[in-house]
């Protein structure tokens, strides 16, 4: 994407001017990140309930508090607006901002359907400005370092993907566990699978023990084009928690325990091969199909550091310099993709359904 001049305002010795949209559980940190950020000037914080805006900001803050979009959107210092409203909401707040002329930055999912969210990449290209999602763990020193050992092919080939992330989990009202958590771990495929390699199917099941409306407890299986899976489990009802991702390679396997601070990452170059028949003799073939190797594990030493200030700093750096983000709204979209055919699968019993591919 290339942003017009007036979308790309120059933020040389000025700021950008930001709006955050929502003061409930998330846009607390979008606003302290914000007013963390340099290149950033917080402006506005617009939310429906306009006392918890005020409460958020502190009695001492020159930031705006609003219950007004319209104000927000109406104000010229506004380059960019930052959005932490329930899912089903986006589709009309980003819009509204994309067509006064804002830049956006928009939480996971991008909106409540693939259709919605295709609506707003559209926009956003139409009017050249930048439409960002805040897949917060892509931009996590652990999802960057992993990122690299795949794409600079460290694993060798993926053979496979596990991923966990279960707890006694705020159990939402409106969404199902897959749609809440699943996000997470589906941006973060999306941002590290090697190029070339998409997911082409999803099977979901998932279970509602207590009653809640929908699943709170749910299991996918993402099908890549290599033949290979990736497997997430998301749980609202777990007394502990657990924040796993093994990638398993051809070449090592890399582990990441989110919870483990002074060991976050584990590289093993451990795992099992396949005998070659023609170096054993006839007799033993049959038994030495596999061998396993058991050489070393490497914990990298990776930067302590909030994700957020990393998203703050790509929206600005991809607004001045006109450029897509890293996480922007396609990537986005692929993951809407992956959660309508995943809720697709467990309405029909847990079938595979084909992952939607086409993007505007
Ligand atoms: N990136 C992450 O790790 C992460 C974590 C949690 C939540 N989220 C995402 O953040 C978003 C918000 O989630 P939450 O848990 O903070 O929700 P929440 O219900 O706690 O807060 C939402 C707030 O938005 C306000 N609001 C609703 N509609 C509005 C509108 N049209 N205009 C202005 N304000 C409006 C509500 O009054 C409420 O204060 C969701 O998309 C969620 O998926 C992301």
């Not at 007004?68 to 509204?96: F, G, I, K």
């Not at 093994?246 to 601070?261: C, E, F, K």
């Amino acid at each position: 994407m290339t942003t017009t001049p007036e979308a790309a305002p120059a933020v040389a010795g000025g700021r950008l001017g930001l709006a955050v949209v929502g003061a409930g559980y998330w846009g607390p940190n979008l606003v302290r990140n914000a007013q963390a950020t340099p290149t950033l000037r917080l402006q506005w914080l617009c939310d429906l309930d306009v006392g918890r805006a005020r409460a958020v900001l502190g009695p001492y803050s020159t930031v705006e508090a609003t219950a007004s979009l319209a104000d927000v959107l109406a104000d010229p210092a506004v380059h960019a607006v930052a959005v932490a409203t329930p899912a089903a909401t986006h589709v009309d707040v980003v819009l509204a901002a994309l067509e006064a002329g804002k830049h956006v930055l928009v939480e996971k999912p991008l909106a409540a359907t693939h259709a919605d969210g295709a609506k707003l990449v559209t926009t956003a290209a139409e009017r050249g400005l930048v439409l960002m999602l805040d897949h917060t763990y892509v931009y996590t020193p652990a999802v960057q370092r992993i990122r690299s050992l795949v794409r600079e092919g460290d694993l060798g080939d993926l053979h496979y993907i596990d991923s966990v992330r279960i707890n006694l989990g705020l159990v939402q009202r409106d969404i199902d566990v897959l749609w809440d958590l699943a996000p997470h771990d589906l941006s973060i495929l999306d941002s590290l699978l090697p190029h070339g390699v998409q997911p082409v199917a999803v099977a979901a099941h998932g279970s509602d023990p207590i009653g809640a409306g929908h699943a709170c407890v749910a299991y996918l299986t993402v099908q890549l084009s290599t033949g290979a899976i990736a497997h997430v489990h998301v749980n609202w009802l777990s007394p502990t928690k657990i924040r796993t991702m093994i990638l398993g390679g051809s070449a090592r396997t890399v582990v990441w325990d989110d919870l483990n601070p002074s060991q976050r990452l584990a590289v093993y170059d451990r795992g099992v091969d396949r005998t070659d028949p023609e170096s054993v003799s006839r007799d033993v073939a049959a038994e030495a199909r596999v061998s396993y190797r058991l050489g070393d594990m490497v914990a990298p030493a990776l930067p302590e550091g909030e994700a957020l200030r990393a998203v703050m700093a790509e929206f600005v750096s991809s607004i001045v310099d006109g450029r897509a983000p890293l996480t922007d709204g396609r990537s986005g979209l692929r993951v809407l993709a992956m959660l309508e055919a995943a809720s697709q699968s467990l309405a029909n019993g847990g079938a595979f359904v084909p992952v939607e591919r086409s993007t505007p």
